[in-house]
């Protein structure tokens, strides 16, 4: 419990939104005003779907790299767009707006998510901010993180097969 009695996780929760929404209230001129829609949601969701190994090598990256505590998300965005670059036929256009690179960077901090549950669940070792906060309310549920996680009853196979 926080000092008035609130607990720490909620507590947590509402400063990661409040922090959030006074950048958005500060943004919202600039941004609104700038924001144009070229194309519609099925074109970029098929121009990741034309790379895929892209989607391969990236989701790879960022799976190990979620894997190891406390590299995080940036980190993983990071080396799955330089790594990208790297194997890629267009690697002299990144960072001119070439697609490979954005696909690259976002499917590695996707992937970079799930790895972080590996340490959270099987070592109880949280990798990511989220992932204590999930472990806290893990905890405050009665289910113990780490090597007893799979012998805490049937949420670890829910959690697995979802």
């Given at each position: 419990m926080?000092g008035?009695?609130?607990?720490?996780?909620?507590?947590?929760?509402?400063?990661?939104?409040?922090?959030?929404?006074?950048?958005?209230?500060?943004?919202?001129?600039?941004?609104?005003?700038?924001?144009?829609?070229?194309d519609?949601?099925f074109?970029?969701f098929?121009?990741?779907?034309?790379?895929?190994?892209?989607?391969?090598?990236?989701?790879?990256?960022?799976?190990?790299?979620?894997?190891?505590?406390?590299?995080?998300?940036?980190?993983?965005?990071?080396?799955?767009?330089?790594?990208?670059?790297?194997?890629?036929?267009?690697g002299?256009?990144?960072?001119?707006?070439?697609?490979?690179?954005?696909?690259?960077?976002?499917?590695?901090?996707?992937?970079?998510?799930?790895?972080?549950?590996?340490p959270?669940?099987?070592?109880?070792?949280?990798?990511?901010?989220?992932?204590?906060?999930l472990?806290?309310a893990?905890?405050?549920?009665?289910?113990?993180?780490?090597?007893?996680?799979?012998?805490?009853?049937?949420?670890?196979?829910?959690v697995?097969?979802?």
């Amino acid at each position: 419990m926080v000092g008035g009695g609130y607990p720490l996780v909620v507590s947590t929760l509402g400063l990661f939104a409040l922090s959030q929404v006074l950048i958005m209230l500060e943004e919202a001129g600039a941004v609104l005003n700038k924001v144009e829609v070229k194309d519609s949601f099925f074109s970029g969701f098929f121009e990741s779907i034309r790379r895929p190994f892209t989607l391969l090598r990236a989701g790879v990256v960022g799976w190990a790299i979620g894997i190891m505590p406390a590299l995080g998300v940036s980190v993983a965005g990071i080396a799955s767009y330089l790594i990208e670059k790297k194997y890629s036929k267009e690697g002299p256009e990144f960072g001119k707006g070439a697609p490979g690179g954005l696909v690259a960077a976002e499917v590695g901090k996707g992937a970079c998510v799930v790895g972080d549950l590996i340490p959270t669940f099987t070592l109880g070792v949280p990798g990511s901010v989220t992932g204590a906060i999930l472990m806290a309310a893990l905890i405050i549920q009665g289910i113990e993180p780490g090597p007893r996680f799979l012998t805490s009853g049937s949420l670890p196979y829910t959690v697995s097969s979802g």
